[in-house]
Nanobody
Framework: QLVESGGGLVQPGDSLRLSCVASGTSLDTYAVAWFRQAPGKEREGVACVSGNTKYEDSVKGRFTISKDGAENTVYLQMNDLKPEDTAVYYC????????????????????WGQGTQVTVSA
């Protein structure tokens, strides 16, 4: 089971840290990704971590994904947030040695959280 938290309403330029806590299994051998879905848009990959780390182009340099094995948690640190970052953010996991967040990669991930809302507005 994956549970996200940390979303909220912030202003442009602010920061948020999302958390994805896993229960029932260790994330050590799992690829974990963050996806987001804005109203009327398809779900898109944002960042992922496994034996590699990948970021969607629009978040490179602003978002950082990290995994804390002791806490069995994956974080997404989001800095310099923009209105276009507004979406429901989901974490997902799958036993992959390498991860990806390219378009269409949602099908690679077996387990999903319920999502947390991030709203960036002045």
């Amino acid at each position: 089971q994956l549970v996200e938290s940390g979303g909220g309403l912030v202003q442009p330029g602010d920061s948020l840290r999302l958390s994805c806590v896993a229960s029932g299994t260790s994330l050590d051998t799992y690829a974990v990704a963050w996806f987001r879905q804005a109203p009327g848009k398809e779900r898109e990959g944002v960042a992922c971590v496994s034996g590699n780390t990948k970021y969607e182009d629009s978040v490179k340099g602003r978002f950082t994904i990290s995994k804390d094995g002791a806490e069995n948690t994956v974080y997404l640190q989001m800095n310099d947030l923009k209105p276009e970052d507004t979406a429901v953010y989901y974490c997902a996991a799958s036993p992959l040695p390498l991860c990806t967040v390219v378009p269409g990669s949602t099908g690679l991930y077996d387990y999903w959280g319920q999502g947390t809302q991030v709203t960036v507005s002045a």
